[in-house]
């Protein structure tokens, strides 16, 4: 042992000297005495005794290099055990060393690469005992960083070693022995086994590596001073700048995607000033541009990335009217580049995706829109190259249809493939004119504008003209798109009519104003519904686009003076407007956007109706024969179910769409007096026959929900007219009678539970709440008269709301909005009656409020906070008339309450210690709100607010304790044991204050309460 020891300690004093000497002399000698060793018979033992003893990088790398040898050797090879000993041996060195100095890393997985090399045709038991890399490697990818990079360097090693026909390594003599048809042979071989994982297993890891670049380029701004962030900015680009300079390995979908977001974060994190201050600017944007062009030409590899790098370039053209620094930004070269391989790659892609049935990416209307909102911003920079080149390629494929349209032998291909150019650059030039920015226009702007506008309507003008005999829909869609972006720019109260675009469209199209461009608009509009009346994408965004212009104020008022809108509003019937037939073929559902069509028409017909009764009557005609229609089919025993629910579901979206667009009191008496009482009945008839379906009732409901909505104080009765209470009884009839009929349907599947019963009961919520809220009702003469229709409304939401999970609840979003408004308002104006409730329906509702108190809506959190609120104060009030001496005792139903309350004081500690652990430790985006249930419930529980403040306080650090406890004095300093407004606000006061020295005391702390430990 002591030999060992001795020899050891010679080796490393040799190892020492040959490395680090200066003397030649003593250097030579070292030298030759370790080429001596590596000759000598020991030399495999004592290689590994200096791995496992040696203090020395230096005795290390020696081991290492010598085994190295020992395993190349043709003569007197090593038997494959001892082979296979050293390379399991070398894999676990390095797995539980993985500090060495790099030399000795890099040694060592040499050693492991040559004998997988050499070992490759080795079998033991039928199976090659050296083609395991990827196992050998995936613990090492699998840990941390320092190990990630071992495996990478053994695959790297490896895959260079296998390549290389003879090696060169220290002390290693060439590999000449080994033909070369040995080679050539364990290299194919190599190649066809495990090149490929390899390569898969790099790409995989190349991925995660780009990922977590793209977290590292998310790094807040914050974090640096000017200086760092500049540093760091210039590691990032020129990481970028070397990535693009070798884009190899971006060949992969899943590598080009993270270097994608990379690009994106880059802008999205960092001013164009200040990257226009990074060394290698220029190179870096001419690189990124050519990157994105060549990307944007290649449309079908990765679509989805293409979203990240049009981000980048929209951020950076929105930044050069405001950047400051003195070094050229260079936009004003490489973004029209940018804008025409966009451009010109989408118009490049028609021909290929017909030709080949690829999938049209016109389809993803989501994904094109977006696309645009994006090239909105890039094409304006620089418009005068963006115009130019629009124009020039549109009179190309305007000319090219027009040719084909004419030729009596043109191919359905040819004209598709014109059809589909016209329909990208419709698209693209409606983008550019959307991205007008006012400020940053002029009269060149505008006039090219004119210039775009001018090919498209005529472009419309010939399409029409072939709508008899044929249309094209995503053509049409791409027209609608157009002019949805030509109305935000260029017609409302804020356009100034000066502009040359109209001087331009008076020139060409002889439209002189904007009251006749509003006719072109128009017309298309009656042309589409009369044409595409049972497309429901065309139907629907061309209604969309009549509601968008009954909007304006002024464009309103002119448009009632054109000859087409008075015609629509004289003929909305199915003869003239398709889609406002019964169409057996359809679906109930396709009818949504009659809504929208009469929302449209309300508006119109409001602007000059007055209290013209027979102009409105007029109006109505159509609608009132409908009604007369279903009256007619209810009163046979017998009738067609499925004509009676498309004429009635039909009618109900009619009437919703004029009920939303008359918000004043004179047009909405009219529809009332219409429809009350004399079709009010064939509406609760509805909702009687086919309550189970929410296809009729859904349509039903929401019209009886907007004519109670008191919007715009529509809903004034005069002092003698009982309409508001008749009106408040037909709402409790409807939901009484929906409400009883939905809980007989028993068990309903968890994926069809929303659609079948909760989102009617939603709507029936949104009802009650408005009729409850309207101001229009004297709600407490139906107790005085002996009226039991709110005692039955009131009733029937008891029953549904028992019969929703509290789960439920929170898991639909509109579902929980229209129930927490509802119980605001209940627990706001009919406290008695939440007092009456039996006690597990109380304790029902004050779950529903603690839940809701931690729900990520801001609106259910405000609004449960006003309904504790709302209880504590009617507690507070209730427990202090009990203490006074008065003659009148507690009415019933206060009593109760008080003593329901008292059995179960858990529910209100448990709110108490929620609400101030969200002001404590969340982020409170509602401080307000909460602090308003906050006193009434310390006031209501004294003793738990006091031993839940030392809890707070004894969970501090020792010396925290007493700025905590100083803290929750000054909380309730100068609050008197009263809620009165003025006590309120002095206590929201202290809170604000409370809750910003609780912050600063807590914010060097490591201690904090547990959430948990607070709620138990």
Not at 193 to 204: A, E, K, P, V, W
Not at 228 to 240: Q, T, W
Not at 707 to 715: I, M, P, T
């Amino acid at each position: 042992m002591a030999d060992h020891v001795q020899s050891l300690a010679q080796l490393e004093n040799l190892c020492k000297q040959l490395y680090e000497t200066t003397d030649t002399t003593t250097r030579l000698q070292a030298e030759k005495a370790l080429v001596e060793f590596t000759n000598s018979p020991d030399c495999l033992s004592k290689c590994q005794l200096l791995l496992e003893r040696g203090s020395s990088s230096y005795s290390q790398l020696l081991a290492a290099t010598c085994l190295t040898k020992l395993v190349s050797r043709t003569n007197n090879p090593l038997p494959l055990e001892q082979r296979i000993d050293i390379r399991n041996y070398v894999l676990n060195y390095l797995a539980t060393r993985p500090k060495l100095a790099t030399f000795v890393t890099q040694a060592l997985i040499q050693l492991y690469a040559r004998i997988t090399k050499l070992g490759w045709f080795d079998c033991q038991k039928d199976d090659y005992v050296f083609r395991n890399a990827i196992t050998d490697v995936t613990r090492f990818l699998q840990d941390s960083v320092e190990y990630c990079i071992i495996g990478v360097t053994i695959l790297s090693q490896l895959t260079n070693e296998i390549n290389q026909v003879s090696a060169t390594a220290f002390l290693i003599e060439a590999d000449t022995t080994h033909p070369l048809t040995k080679h050539r042979k364990i290299a194919s071989s190599f190649r066809d086994s495990s090149l490929f994982d390899i390569f898969t297993l790099s790409c995989n890891l190349l991925k995660q590596v780009l990922s977590c670049l793209v977290q590292i380029a998310s790094v807040r701004r914050s974090l640096f001073n000017n200086a760092e962030r500049a540093k760091f900015l210039s590691h990032l680009v020129d990481g970028v700048k070397r990535i693009l300079e070798n884009p190899q390995s971006l060949s992969d979908p899943n590598n080009y995607h993270e270097f994608c977001r990379l690009l994106a974060r880059l802008k999205s994190n960092y001013q164009l000033g200040e990257l226009v201050k990074v060394e290698n600017y220029p190179e870096v944007i001419r690189l990124i541009a050519n990157f994105t062009v060549t990307s944007l030409q290649h449309w079908e590899f990765a679509p989805n990335s293409v979203h990240y790098l049009l981000s980048l370039w929209q951020r950076l053209a929105a930044s050069v009217p405001y950047v400051k620094a003195t070094e050229p930004h260079m936009l004003e070269t490489y973004t029209p580049e940018v804008t025409k391989a966009y451009i010109t790659s989408r118009l490049e892609s028609v021909h290929i995706i017909l030709r080949d049935g690829l999938e049209d990416p016109l389809e993803d209307t989501g994904l094109v829109q977006q696309q645009l909102d994006q090239l909105s911003t890039i094409g304006r920079c620089e418009y005068e190259k963006t115009c130019a080149l629009l124009v020039q390629l549109f009179d190309q494929s305007a000319q090219s249809y027009q040719e084909l349209l004419q030729s009596a032998s043109a191919s359905p291909m040819d004209i598709a493939v014109q059809e589909g150019r016209l329909t990208w650059l419709v698209y693209i030039i409606g983008a550019v004119i959307g991205g007008r920015v006012s400020f940053a226009s002029t009269d060149e702007q505008d006039a090219m504008d004119g210039e775009l506008v001018c090919r498209v309507l005529q472009l419309m003008n010939l399409t029409d003209s072939r709508l008899a005999q044929a249309g094209n829909e995503k053509l049409e869609l791409a027209m609608l798109s157009f002019f949805e972006q030509f109305r935000k720019i260029y017609i409302g109260d804020q356009v100034q009519k000066s502009s040359k675009l109209y001087r331009r469209l008076s020139e060409v199209l002889g439209l002189n104003d904007e009251t006749m461009v509003l006719s072109v608009f128009i017309g298309k509009i009656i042309t589409n519904l009369k044409y595409w009346g049972r497309c429901e994408p065309i139907t629907s965004k061309t209604l969309q686009l009549l509601n968008d212009l009954s909007i304006g104020y002024s464009s309103v008022r002119k448009l009632v003076k054109l000859s087409a809108v008075q015609f629509m509003l004289n003929n909305h019937t199915s003869e003239h407007f398709s889609f406002l037939g019964i169409n057996n073929q359809s679906n109930l559902t396709d009818m949504r956007c009659r809504t929208t069509f009469y929302t449209a028409l309300g508006r119109l017909l409001m602007v000059d109706l007055g209290e013209d009764e027979d102009q409105y009557e007029q109006f109505m005609l159509p609608l009132t024969a409908a009604f007369e229609a279903v009256a007619q089919m209810f009163s046979t025993n017998s009738f067609n179910e499925q004509e009676a629910k498309r004429t009635l579901v039909g009618l109900v979206r009619d009437l919703r769409g004029i009920a939303f667009a008359f918000n004043a009191k004179t047009s909405f008496m009219m529809l009332f007096e219409w429809i009350y009482p004399s079709y009010m009945p064939i509406l609760q008839r509805a909702i009687e026959l086919w309550y189970h379906d929410p296809a009729c009732t859904t349509p039903v409901l929401k019209l009886m929900a907007e004519l109670v909505h008191n919007r715009s104080q529509r809903l004034q009765f005069d002092v003698s007219s009982p309409n508001g209470i008749l009106l408040f009884r037909e709402t409790s009839k409807m939901i009484t009678m929906y409400g009883n009929r939905i809980l007989t349907l028993g068990e309903v599947p968890k994926d069809q539970v929303y659609a079948l019963k909760l989102k009617g009961i939603s709507i029936c919520f949104s009802m009650l709440k408005a009729a409850l809220s309207g101001s229009y009702v004297n709600f407490g003469v139906f107790r005085l008269y002996g009226d039991d229709a709110l005692d039955n409304a009131l009733q029937t939401f008891i029953k549904l709301l028992l019969s929703i999970p509290h789960s439920d609840l929170l898991d639909y979003p509109k579902l929980s909005q229209s129930y927490y408004s509802l119980l605001e308002v209940l627990t706001q104006d009919h406290m008695n009656f939440i007092a009456s409730l039996e006690p597990h329906v109380i304790m029902y509702i004050l779950s529903s409020i603690s839940e809701g108190l931690t729900a990520l809506d801001t609106m259910v959190c405000t609004g449960c906070c006003s309904c504790l609120d709302h209880i504590v104060t009617y507690l507070f009030k209730q427990l202090s008339r009990s203490t006074k001496k008065r003659t009148t005792p507690l009415n019933q139903e206060s009593d109760r309450f008080l003593h329901i309350m008292q059995q179960h004081p858990e529910m209100i500690q448990q709110m108490l210690s929620t609400v101030l652990n969200i002001i404590i430790f969340e982020d409170c985006r509602n401080q307000w709100s909460m602090s308003r249930p906050l006193l009434g419930l310390i006031l209501l529980n004294e003793k738990y607010f006091s031993d839940l403040r030392n809890s707070i306080v004894n969970s501090q650090p020792p010396e925290k304790q007493q700025a905590m406890h100083l803290c929750f004095e000054n909380l309730m300093e100068g609050i008197e044991r009263n809620l009165l407004t003025k006590n309120r606000d002095r206590f929201t006061q202290n809170l604000s204050a409370f809750r910003r020295e609780v912050n600063d005391s807590m914010k060097n702390s490591t201690y904090g309460v547990n959430s948990n430990d607070m709620m138990s």
